[in-house]
């Protein structure tokens, strides 16, 4: 159990989900689960399992947020083979909540009312879905789940009070960049470091400042590979208890699911690289993680430094990585 800042923990988070918006134009379960979470394409499958082999090589731990909410459709079943390939390769899966998929439920666990994200529900209400979709995960053969992400990060402080009040140790639904866009978590837009809100420990998504004011969040598909590798730099360099990077399980992908990214590919791959490189960084899941690291107050942690260079350098690349991977006519 980490529970000294002697080393700087980098928690690798992937939200782990199937597409409602492919369910609603008809995509079968099988089908959405081989190109949302296994990432099936072009002959070749670049998901989760893709994931947990370039974590494995390196030595790292990943931390699966896995969304049961789906269930509500297809039942629970398919659950039980991703769970399994998570956890019997040693990672961590815990508790992610897209509630948008209880628009399409037959019987709907809260009285029929739905909303975009966990945070646009009653405490009662948010209550139950926490509960239901812990229980869901934990039958389908997960360990303990004892954090929770929202899907959108579209949590609110009573989705911290529910938390609580069901035993979960963690939430890491705090990003800076949603603040505006469905994060309603009090103080969401300054959270830089483990904290804690409304009495539960807070493990925020972490980021940079890519220019004076703006924060951007340490997401594979959002920072060029030089501005992770030196975010995860500064932050070991500045012994900051924890680093807190995402991605999704079908991030690796075109955004039509048609073909592999290598440029996201690549990202994913330096920053593992880079974490196995590092002495001051331990690969870490919530359940190393002791909740002694979350101070009852926010500690502000220095975030990287806007850089004109690197910045200018990370949008050439995406652009370059649009025009590549993006277009529908060019081969992968």
């Known amino acids: 159990m980490l529970s000294s800042p002697a080393s700087t923990a980098l928690l690798i988070t992937v939200d782990t989900e199937l597409s409602a918006l492919l369910h609603q134009r008809g995509l079968s379960l099988d089908d959405n689960v081989r190109s949302s979470i296994w990432g099936e394409a072009k002959g070749g499958a670049y998901g989760i399992g893709w994931q947990m082999g370039q974590l494995e090589q390196h030595g790292l731990k990943g931390v699966f947020f896995l969304d049961p909410m789906p269930a509500l459709v297809h039942g629970p079943e ?3 083979p991703v769970v399994a390939a998570i956890a019997g ?6 508790l992610h909540i897209h509630s948008e998929w209880l628009a399409f439920a037959a019987r709907s666990p809260v009285g029929g009312r739905t909303g975009r994200n966990i945070g646009d529900f009653a405490l009662d209400d948010q209550l139950i879905l926490l509960d239901m979709g812990r229980k869901w995960l934990e039958a389908a053969g997960a360990p303990r789940i004892s954090a929770f992400r929202a899907g959108n990060f579209g949590a609110n402080d009573d989705t911290l009070r529910a938390l609580a009040q069901l035993g979960f140790a963690w939430d890491s ?5 949603y603040h505006r866009h469905g994060c309603r978590i009090t103080g969401a837009r300054d959270l830089t470091g483990l904290t804690r809100c409304q009495g539960l420990p807070q493990a925020p998504v972490s980021g940079i400042n ?4 703006n924060f951007r969040p340490a997401q594979v598909c959002a920072m060029s590979a030089s501005e992770m590798q030196q975010a995860v730099r500064h932050a070991a360099g500045e012994g900051h208890s924890a680093f807190i990077a995402v991605t999704h399980s079908f991030e690796m992908l075109s955004r039509d699911r048609q073909r592999p990214n290598h440029a996201v590919m690549r990202r994913f791959t330096a920053l593992c690289k ?3 490189n590092l002495p001051a960084i331990c690969s870490a899941g919530f359940h190393d993680l002791s909740t002694e690291l979350a101070s009852a107050e926010s500690t502000a942690q220095s975030r990287l430094a806007p850089s004109h260079a690197r910045t200018a350098s990370r949008r050439v690349q995406q652009v370059l990585a649009t025009w590549r991977y993006e277009r529908r006519l060019l081969p992968a």
Not at 173 to 177: E, F, I, L, R, Y
Not at 210 to 213: A, L, T, V, W, Y
């Open 78 to 80: 398919f659950l039980k």
């Open 210 to 213: 890519d220019r004076p004011g």
């Open 274 to 276: 880079e974490a196995a």
């Open 89 to 94: 390769r040693g990672h961590e899966v815990q």
């Open 173 to 177: 639904s705090v990003n800076p960049a």
